[in-house]
């Protein structure tokens, strides 16, 4: 694919400080946690908001979705909710008897699934050819879904009551995971002054149209990536897996998010290639939700005390070689 020009990454950088702008009229500080958010979107993955309840993970999720003109479905997941809620069903005509599909609310551009571990886990698995395959098989028929399509999932960790752990087949599929943490002082401040009487959501309207989304979309697929970057993220996906503190390291999958993650980046920072920073940077919020750190081990004389995994990747990226003229085109 060819280049971009310093034109077409400079509608690029303009559209994306629209958007980023726009949803911190909504969510205030919380300028990294909106950059991920419109990285996963640029890079068509699918985006997991992990925190405790109050911290704003729907309100992002919702602003993110309002920024930009195109169909949004939002579900919220309870214990009740059957997988044919999210999919569609097949409902039987009587007038032409046949069964036509009514299609569910995954059938959008962007789709909010709402405390997603709320849900059985049967009922979480319905998403998971969605994500990955960008399509829903009901009665044996498979019908395709909307481009671009991004799903952005709230989670409230697994410790809270009523709560079931997402299995790791889906948060594989998951490309970005972030926290919203606590508001500042003066943020929360601005939110008692400003959110008495009216929600900001209410006055949001779309700063950007598909058509413009999809051709951000097209333009991060063709930034560059070196050889020596891609060698780089194998390095460190690989790594994980040898790690004897990690019980489950990356997928193929994960590196796959990782490089596209880092091109959605380097666009972002006004970029036409990738360099070894947008890796790092990345790493923790692309591969920490895939991991599984390794029980606590009490060896003979000695005992070796698990990290979060977040001090693991950290380790891992560290000591990994950055290969010298990364972002060279060859």
């Not at 699934?113 to 979480?124: F, L, V």
């Not at 399509?135 to 409230?156: E, I, K, M």
């Not at 880092?262 to 990738?274: H, I, P, Q």
């Amino acid at each position: 694919m060819a280049a971009a020009t310093d034109t077409q990454l400079g509608d690029f950088h303009a559209l994306s400080r629209e958007i980023v702008r726009s949803v911190e009229t909504v969510i205030d500080g919380k300028r990294e946690a909106v950059e991920l958010a419109l990285t996963t979107v640029l890079a068509e993955g699918h985006l997991l908001i992990e925190d405790v309840p109050g911290v704003g993970k729907t309100m992002l999720a919702r602003a993110l979705a309002r920024s930009i003109d195109c169909t949004v479905n939002r579900i919220q997941f309870t214990p009740d909710l059957l997988p044919s809620d999210i999919t569609g069903v097949s409902v039987f005509n009587q007038g032409e008897r046949v069964f036509e599909f009514k299609p569910g609310p995954v059938f959008a551009n962007i789709v909010i699934g709402d405390e997603i571990n709320r849900a059985s886990p049967k009922t979480q698995s319905a998403l998971l050819e969605s994500m990955e395959e960008g399509q829903v098989s009901v009665d044996g028929t498979t019908y395709p879904l909307a481009r671009p399509f991004t799903v952005v999932a709230t989670q409230n960790p697994v410790e809270m009551e009523g709560t079931y752990p997402l299995p790791e087949a889906q948060r594989d599929r998951f490309m970005v995971r972030i926290s919203m943490g606590y508001p500042d002082d003066a943020a929360e401040l601005a939110m008692l002054q400003t959110r008495e009487l009216s929600s900001p959501l209410d006055a949001l309207t779309p700063v950007v149209s598909l058509e413009q989304l999809t051709g951000m979309i097209a333009m991060v697929r063709g930034i560059f990536v070196s050889q020596a970057v891609e060698q780089y993220a194998v390095s460190i996906a690989q790594d994980t897996r040898r790690d004897r503190e990690l019980r489950l390291g990356a997928s193929p999958r994960a590196t796959l998010h990782l490089v596209r993650a880092a091109k959605a980046r380097a666009a972002l920072d006004g970029r036409e290639f990738v360099l070894p920073d947008d890796i790092d940077a990345l790493a923790v919020p692309v591969l920490g939700h895939r991991l599984i750190a390794a029980a606590r081990v009490a060896g003979a004389g000695s005992a070796f005390q698990s990290n979060s995994v977040a001090d693991i990747i950290h380790r891992i990226v560290a000591a990994t070689p950055v290969p010298l003229g990364a972002g060279d085109r060859a």
